[in-house]
């Protein structure tokens, strides 16, 4: 049983900084990307970042380019995201999913972490 349990969310003020962190236990694969996505209040799910597991390789749509960083920890099984300059649109829950190399799909999915950014 995979489960991503993301944390670190919460209310910050425009123009702050913020660390959400997902935590991955159970999985039974070991090539996979891990990436975060997030989904706003009258909005679809929108894609934020990704990081090759294996070799740390990142990629950024270009709306997130610039004041978003995801990295990761092997040791620990976790994946950040680094926010900063965080604007009042940036406000929505912030979910953390996998990968693995051979699906077409992200498959297995956190429960969400909600970030609220005060105007």
């Known amino acids: 049983q995979v489960q991503l349990v993301e944390s670190g969310g919460g209310l910050v003020q425009t123009g702050g900084t913020l660390r959400l962190s997902c935590v991955v236990s159970?999985?039974?694969?070991?090539?996979?990307?891990a990436g975060w996505y997030r989904q706003a209040p009258e909005k679809g799910r929108e894609f934020v970042a990704s990081?090759?597991?294996?070799?740390?390789?990142?990629y950024y749509p270009d709306s997130m380019k610039g004041r978003f960083t995801i990295s990761r920890d092997n040791a620990r099984n976790t994946v950040y995201l680094q926010m900063s300059n965080l604007k009042p649109e940036d406000t929505a829950v912030y979910y953390c999913?996998?990968?693995?190399?051979?699906?077409?799909?992200?498959?297995?999915w956190g429960q969400g972490t909600q970030v609220t950014v005060s105007s």
């Open positions: 990081i090759k597991w294996s070799d740390g390789s990142t």
């Open positions: 159970g999985r039974t694969y070991s090539s996979f990307l």
């Open positions: 999913a996998e990968r693995p190399l051979g699906s077409w799909e992200f498959d297995y």
